[in-house]
């Protein structure tokens, strides 16, 4: 029993951290995979990716008062405007030379801009007070440690969207199109499926899934000025560490940033400016060369 | 013959405006020749950029980052060690450089977006640094009252605006002109051939990620010497001044001067700065809207933005929507508007 309790005291301090490092991690996966999607389909780097999730941060700030039925009207709204907002990029990407990185980048950037400043002024400058359910507010008792229902829902809630997303991708026609897309846009443009309508679905799809982490993360990471870039950072850090496309290595790198930020901190707050780029730095170090080829692929 | 015209024409352009930029201070108030005098430092960060995106293929949206690390090389020593302005430019050149040097590995063997997407990365996490690292940085509050420089051992301390502008641009002109005149020799033009044919140039023998690593640690030293201007220009350093957006700006400013071209960087990131500035002031609040619509504006009517695109529009199959686009044509899409 002693021996138990010794144990579990060198553990303990960490516990809550670690748990809390998992829901970042998810959260920021369910944003990441957006990205994702972008890159790995339609082949453009989307810096307005931020952008929708503070749409959806926003609108949860604004619809949700508590109760259940606020709950799912803000994560319909929400989803709703960061797909549209997405539909929208899409659309104005469309006279882009594609492959024109450069100008799609530049375009994105400038609706990135807009877009926040637009947020700004409709929503006020001060980063607005986000409610949990009422329902889970309290806490419960995890391992003799009281812990925030919320994020234990969350948790299990962004385990489900995650999950879905790999059997929509896996076993659904439009998932196939999608991973087609990827592997070989010439022949799937054969297949008689437009690329322009391709792109503008997955870009819509990457901006319901923005904009349902918004929502749904907005008492984690919460709606405000710099919402935008420190998920489009995060995001973009989760991406290149996930090896540019494979979802599973996306969902790795996620929670390996989640604890990087959360029991990374609790263990090293001296280093803690530092951990996100030596952990960049060490990844892409160990895996420099299967990166390397795959980045020549790319 | 007409290239003679063009060349003689563009050289007298370059001395007007030199000419131009020389008397300036003593046309406008103190208040422009500050501006002007970080706008300066800011063109410089733009050539270092243009180097990187237009000259050797590698489009950049992390140069601040070395810009950053030469800014707060030069405040540190400018306010424990040296007050000489040669000793702070070479010291912001080493930080810039030794940056660059350390995320070499990162980028070398990326292309296209990918450069872009690992480059904003770096400095983004360049930027979270500077806010956090409290003891050496200042944190997001930045380091004031940095002392003033003098430019060389013996010489008067810069006193005010206008000198601190004049310094500015003698350096700005020094780097600039080496820049061109290290791109006229033989590596320039294997800068360039690696960037039109990556794969004729290393069957041919040469190694081209050496050249690209050489070429990321020369940028990153320019833009760390830039830095060391800013901190003379300003005074006064923060991790705004480093932002996500000032990235942004500079590589619309590069392709607008046309992306591979010096002299079009230096006049396309100061125009895109001035823009900005000229903004702030006059649309407190609503400046990033107008910005943001800009940027969208600009890229729809830049010559390589939607004209190709046009071009291939009938195409059946439509190349476009290509994830694996080979990153020639990446710069095939970036043609040089001043050779």
Do not use: K
């Not at chain 1, 700030?61 to 929400?78: H, Y």
């Not at chain 1, 995060?234 to 930020?261: D, F, K, N, P, Y």
């Not at chain 2, 979270?128 to 200042?138: A, P």
């Not at chain 2, 500015?168 to 600039?176: D, G, I, K, Q, S």
């Amino acid at each position: 029993m002693m021996v138990v309790a010794a144990g579990s005291n060198r553990i303990d301090p960490y516990l809550i951290p670690a748990l809390d490092g998992i829901a970042y991690g998810l959260l920021v996966f369910v944003a990441a995979s957006g990205l994702v999607f972008c890159f790995g389909v339609a082949n453009i780097l989307n810096l307005a990716h931020g952008m929708l999730y503070a749409i959806g941060g926003y609108t949860a700030a604004a619809l949700f008062d508590g109760g259940w039925a606020s709950l799912a009207l803000a994560l319909t709204v929400g989803v709703l405007a960061a797909a549209a907002a997405g539909v929208l990029l899409a659309g104005l990407l469309a006279p882009v030379a594609a492959g024109n990185h450069l100008s799609q980048a530049l375009l994105t950037f400038g609706v990135a801009l807009a877009g926040g400043s637009l947020l700004v002024a409709g929503f006020g400058p001060d980063d607005p007070q986000v409610l949990v359910p009422a329902a889970l507010e309290g806490s419960v008792v995890v391992a003799g440690h009281r812990y925030a229902a919320y994020r234990l829902v969350f948790i299990v809630v962004a385990a489900v969207i995650a999950a879905a997303l790999y059997l929509v991708m896996r076993r659904t026609r439009a998932g196939m199109l999608v991973r087609a897309a990827v592997d070989d846009p010439e022949m799937v443009a054969c297949l008689g499926v437009s690329p322009a309508r391709i792109r503008a679905g997955v870009l819509a799809a990457a901006g319901a899934l923005a904009g349902a982490a918004g929502v749904l993360g907005a008492p984690i990471i919460g709606p405000g000025t710099d919402t935008a870039d420190t998920v489009l950072l995060l995001s973009l850090v989760v991406v290149v560490l996930g090896g540019l496309g494979s979802m599973g290595g996306t969902l790795l790198a996620a929670l390996a940033i989640g604890e990087i930020q959360t029991l990374g901190v609790a263990l090293l707050p001296s280093a803690a400016p530092f951990l996100l780029f030596a952990a960049m730095a060490a990844v892409l170090a160990v895996r420099a060369r299967g990166l390397a080829s795959r980045w020549r692929a790319a | 013959m007409r290239d003679e015209v063009i060349r003689r024409a563009r050289g007298a352009v370059a001395a007007l405006a030199l000419a131009g930029l020389v008397v300036a201070p003593w046309v406008v108030d103190d208040y422009t020749t500050a501006i002007l005098a970080r706008t300066l430092a800011l063109a410089l960060v733009g050539v270092s950029v243009a180097l990187l995106t237009g000259v050797a293929g590698m489009p950049t949206l992390g140069q601040t980052a070395p810009y950053a690390a030469g800014a707060y090389a030069c405040a540190v020593v400018g306010s424990q060690i040296s007050d000489v302005g040669v000793v702070q430019l070479a010291v912001a050149a080493v930080a810039g450089a030794v940056l660059a040097a350390l995320t070499v590995p990162l980028v070398v063997h990326a292309r296209g977006v990918i450069v872009l997407m690992i480059t904003l990365a770096i400095g983004e996490l360049a930027v979270t640094v500077l806010g956090r690292w409290r003891s050496v940085t200042g944190g997001t509050d930045g380091l004031a009252g940095i002392a003033a420089v003098r430019p060389f051992w013996g010489l008067p301390v810069l006193a005010n605006d206008q000198d601190r502008y004049l310094y500015a641009l003698v350096v700005v002109t020094v780097l600039v002109g080496a820049v061109l005149l290290l791109l006229r020799t033989r590596a320039g033009l294997l800068l360039r051939a690696g960037r039109d044919d990556e794969t004729r140039l290393r069957a041919s023998g040469h190694r081209v990620p050496l050249y690209l690593s050489g070429a990321h640690i020369a940028a990153g030293a320019i833009a760390g010497a830039a830095g060391s201007l800013l901190v003379v220009a300003q005074q006064y350093i923060s991790p705004a001044d480093f932002g996500f957006d000032t990235s942004a700006l500079l590589l619309l400013g590069v392709v607008i001067g046309g992306t591979a071209s010096i002299g079009g960087a230096l006049v396309g990131a100061a125009l895109v700065i001035a823009v900005r500035d000229w903004l702030f002031g006059v649309l407190p609040g609503h400046a990033p809207l107008v910005l943001g619509v800009l940027f969208v504006a600009t890229v729809y009517l830049l010559p390589t933005g939607v004209h190709r695109a046009r071009g291939r529009w009938g195409l059946p199959s439509e190349p476009a929507d290509q994830p694996d686009a080979s990153p020639e044509r990446d710069q095939a899409t970036v043609p040089e508007l001043h050779r």
